[in-house]
């Protein structure tokens, strides 16, 4: 996330191809990146970069409540 006072600067252009520079010094061969289905100012963003959308990938997610839940439950509950 960049902040409002810090946009038109590419500076998020920059830290994402510093994040793939790095991943690809270290073996990696793809980024995944996951993006809210109404932002559409972070959408518009990766597609300008050429970054596209997975067809085959779901995303769970677990939050609030249930999360805490969850993680603090005892190990033999999980």
Do not use: H, M
């Amino acid at each position: 996330y960049v902040e409002d006072r810090f946009r038109g600067r590419r500076i998020g252009e920059k830290l994402l191809r510093c994040v793939a520079r790095e991943c690809r010094a270290a073996g990696g061969v793809y980024l995944r990146l996951s993006v809210d289905t109404d932002n559409e100012t972070a959408k518009a963003f990766y597609e300008r970069l050429g970054i596209g959308w997975s067809s085959y990938e779901q995303v769970q997610k677990i939050v609030g409540e249930a999360f805490f839940a969850f993680a603090d439950a005892p190990e033999e509950e999980r």
